[in-house]
């Protein structure tokens, strides 16, 4: 499943010829079962410098705990076996050839804490260790700094999330597929565990404590003093984590390293799908700059964009006193200021001409932009408008369980990575076209509307059934008729509070529900339209609520199926309603950053013509099965 993820990474590196180094660097191999605090004994690979000259030299190590094993995943640290550093891979408790039981990373503080005081004894470790941690393994080394070990030097951690809760179970509405067809591909030795884990995601539908364990507290973002760097994408299934653990790691760490973490976001993910619709430099981009600030985290080579030295030019202001004190002078510096910052995105757009002239494109800041929160209202008419214009206080729906709405993309994880559901920018007119999808869309655009940062839903509902859901999907209305999804959300409304039990709704009572659909950069094009799409369903992204109420847990679920009729309010008082993240002055916001040309300026070898020759192969390395 997840572990697809490595054959990308890998060859993200791979296009530098790192591998070939490795073994003509005739590195020594050592194979382990370490034991940890309690008895139980880990499988750990280590790839140590051949040429330890002088001798007793001593190395800083690089980890990747994986529940996937060495020939899967834990090889990616080997790539840094020629820069000098030890490489150390080690299953994760209860996977491959360790001993133990898989508990979903509810043990992988003390186990990432016991192998790196393990590591750090050794006679070839020079007492510093970082971590490289891609989907699962990400998830494992978020939780490395819980115990605040002294010996953590850096990490990089890609496509993961601090709160797998609201991956798996966001507002209580389950994503099954996902989460069972990935815990049946993971390989124990026991496979009774496979259902034992199950049978706890369903035990824990609610935001239990359980969750807790493998969840970042402020206080435990506090430990992080070390520099970092994170990877994410905009249709990844881990997207929302990726900005969650970014925020934390960046504005709750230590001190020392707030305000310095850094970001890319690239459109895929996981997604690799999503790298041939986005195709002005999303992949060759992000290839370059995964790779750059990959050496850069880990001290490799320092980065220096923009190779002009001994600049000097004059700094103009205006020529009156407070102009003569900001400027007006004389300087000279070794290189101009970085064009590539500590946030780095591609701002996507649709497809065709207007959006390659609209969007499509990277972008480089200190900080996310300055978005301004706009509400559009969902009114009875169908339309999308910033003021809200209903003639009627109510839209109603059928939704039937056994006749649910198609799934067609979004940030799921699909087949060609370990999957099973199609992922990205899919077309949704199929789903739109159904009567329990309630449409509002804006009038054609004459201008762009810039998007960028989190998108919200707030909806006044009811039903005449005790539960249901409530999905909430936004796209891209092209002049064509397609109609792209940007991101979507559900709630289940058993667990809309955030209880420990479930809460049931009353006929005819009105509720209102919150949800966040995630983040995204996008620029509709003039031409196109934007649109909501609410239902109450989403299959297979989300399991389909049979509406009776039964858990999860409950031996008769999911028991028979009920036919609600379900109800979307727009009246002054329950004004349903999206919230965009409204970018105004996008070129002076956004502006493109050519990163290419910036990488290749700090590795001259990393060519234009290099990556586009090696671009086709890193995609279908990514899309290869084990």
């Known amino acids: 499943m997840f572990q697809i993820v490595s054959t990308l990474v890998v060859a993200t590196l791979c296009v530098a010829g790192f591998f070939q180094a490795v073994e003509a660097q005739n590195p020594i191999k050592i194979e382990e079962m370490i034991p940890m605090r309690d008895g139980v004994k880990l499988h750990t690979y280590i790839l140590l410098p051949g040429d330890r000259k002088p001798e007793g030299s001593k190395f800083t190590a690089i980890v990747d705990r994986s529940p996937y094993g060495y020939t899967d995943m834990e090889w990616i640290t080997d790539i840094f076996v020629p820069f000098g550093f030890a490489a150390v891979g080690q299953d994760m408790r209860g996977t491959e050839k360790s001993e133990g039981n898989f508990t979903m990373w509810q043990s992988d503080a003390d186990d990432s804490r016991d192998l790196g005081d393990w590591i750090v004894k050794q006679p070839w470790s020079n007492g510093k260790i970082m971590t490289l941690g ?93 520099p970092s760097a994170h990877w994410g994408g905009w249709y990844d299934i881990f997207q929302l984590g990726t900005m969650q653990v970014f925020d934390g790691y960046n504005t709750k760490s230590a001190e020392n390293v707030r305000n310095t973490a850094k970001l890319t976001i690239d459109a895929c993910g996981h997604c690799l799908e999503a790298g041939d619709f986005f195709n002005q430099n999303a992949v060759q981009g992000r290839t370059a700059l995964v790779l750059a600030q990959m050496l850069e985290v880990y001290g490799i080579r ?109 940030n799921n994880l699909p087949d060609s990575i370990g999957g099973s559901i199609p992922c ?76 420990l039990t479930p809460v049931y709704m009353s006929k005819g009572e009105v509720y209102k529900v919150e949800m966040n659909l995630w983040n995204t950069s996008y620029v509709v094009a003039p031409g196109h339209a ?9 299959f297979p992204r989300f399991s389909a609520n049979p509406n009776n109420g039964l858990v999860l ?67 279908r390395l990514g899309a290869k099965k084990h």
């Open 553 to 619: 847990a409950d031996p008769a679920y999911p028991g028979a199926n009920i036919t609600a009729t379900n109800t979307i309010f727009h009246s002054s008082r329950y004004a349903s309603k999206v919230t965009l993240p409204v970018v105004e002055h996008k070129k002076v916001q956004m502006p493109e950053v050519h990163v290419l040309r910036e990488v290749q300026a700090a590795y001259p070898k990393l060519t234009a013509e290099f990556l586009e020759a090696h671009k086709d192969k890193i995609t």
């Open 424 to 499: 990205g920018p899919l077309d949704q007119a199929e789903a739109d076209a159904r009567a329990d999808v309630l449409k509002f869309t804006t009038p054609v655009l004459s201008e762009e509307l810039a998007l960028t940062g989190g998108l919200f839903a707030t909806l006044y509902v009811s039903s005449d059934a005790i539960d249901t859901d409530f999905t909430v999907k936004i796209s891209d209305v092209y002049p064509t008729g397609e109609v792209r999804i940007l991101q979507d959300n559900a709630v289940r409304m058993r667990w809309r509070e955030n209880t």
């Open 134 to 226: 891609a989907s699962a393994d990400g998830i494992g080394s978020i939780q490395t700094p819980k115990t605040s070990p002294e010996w953590l030097a850096a990490q990089y951690i890609i496509w993961a999330s601090p709160r797998m809760y609201d991956i798996l179970l966001p507002y209580g509405t389950y994503k099954q597929k996902t989460a069972e067809d990935w815990l049946m591909g993971v390989t124990m030795p026991n496979p009774d565990v496979v259902y034992d884990n199950i049978q706890t995601v369903h035990e824990n539908e609610a935001h239990t404590p359980y969750w807790a364990g493998v969840e970042v507290t402020d206080e435990q973002y506090g430990h992080v003093n070390f």
């Open 530 to 538: 934007l649109r909501v799409s609410v239902s109450s369903s989403n």
């Open 302 to 410: 320092p980065v220096s964009r923009n190779q002009i030295k001994n600049v000097t030019f004059y700094v103009m202001s205006s020529n009156d006193e407070a102009g003569n004190a900001a400027g007006n002078y004389w300087t000279s510096l070794d290189t101009f200021p970085k064009a590539v910052k500590n946030v780095t995105f591609y701002v996507m757009s649709s497809n065709d001409e207007a959006g390659n002239a609209a969007g499509n494109y990277w972008t480089s800041l200190d900080t996310f932009p300055k978005a301004r929160a706009t509400d559009y209202f969902l009114n009875s008419d169908g339309s999308l408008t910033t003021k809200r214009a209903s003639t009627a206080d109510s839209t109603s729906f059928k939704y039937d369980p056994a006749d649910p709405v198609p799934t067609l993309g979004g």
